[in-house]
């Protein structure tokens, strides 16, 4: 089974800081997600990543296959950046091969 | 909005009690997903629908049992039901059998209070 740690758990931070959050995971994967989750529950996929880097407006995933591990950047944090954001590697082998972090709880304060 | 519609998005119940929870994918997506999220687990594959057949399953109890039927919606069944079963129900829907979030749609959820 895939262990997947993400740090911080919780995050508090200023409008305007530079966010990063960490996800490591024990079992090689084939690709890892990145999905955001906001207040009242709604789950959105954010990236999709197998190698390297990716940049979606002010977010960028980073992920590193051999060292087993993802970052999830945001730049010019804001307010409505507040959410949960879950690592989901996934190994293959059908739907029970994608895994979940517990998630990062953000907070970004005006 | 996601296209997938679950309901109900609330649920209180009592101990020993049983429930459905019902999801209605997105127009044409053939795999319905159900996951469980606890507070203290994350996010919990359940198990995965791929039009009408069971496709793969994951750490369901033998309490839960959950069938897709002609129309593709899907049902959740949950019985004697636990304190530890609180949680949100999330069902997720996608056009193929892979499970890849990117391609796959979440509804809201249902929060599901065992008293």
């Known amino acids: 089974k895939n262990e997947v740690e993400q740090s911080p758990q919780n995050l508090t931070a200023q409008e305007g800081e530079f966010i990063t959050i960490n996800c490591s995971y024990s079992v090689g994967i084939s690709a890892l997600h990145w999905l955001q989750q906001h207040p009242g529950g709604g789950i959105v996929s954010l990236f999709m990543?197998?190698?390297g880097k990716k940049k979606h407006g002010r977010l960028i995933a980073t992920i590193n296959i051999q060292e087993k591990h993802s970052s999830l950047h945001i730049t010019a944090s804001h307010p409505r950046d507040s959410a949960v954001y879950i690592c989901?590697?996934?190994?293959?082998?059908?739907?029970?091969?994608?895994?979940f972090g517990k998630g990062t709880h953000l907070i970004i304060q005006p | 909005d996601s296209g997938v519609t679950q309901t109900p998005k609330h649920l209180i119940t009592a101990t020993g009690q049983r429930v459905t929870l019902r999801c209605s994918p997105r127009s044409g997506d053939l795999s319905v997903y159900w996951y469980q999220q606890s507070l203290d687990q994350g996010l919990q594959f359940l198990i995965q629908y791929y039009n009408g057949e069971e496709r793969a399953k994951g750490n369901i109890l033998e309490r839960f049992s959950a069938q897709q039927f002609p129309d593709l919606h899907s049902e959740l069944n949950l019985s004697s039901l636990e304190l530890g079963d609180s949680a949100l129900y999330f069902c997720?829907?996608?056009?193929?059998?892979?499970?890849?979030?990117?391609?796959?749609?979440f509804g809201q959820g249902t929060r599901l209070t065992v008293v």
């Open positions: 990543l197998s190698s």
């Open positions: 989901a590697p996934y190994s293959g082998g059908g739907a029970d091969g994608l895994t």
């Open positions: 997720a829907s996608s056009a193929r059998s892979v499970p890849a979030p990117t391609e796959a749609f």
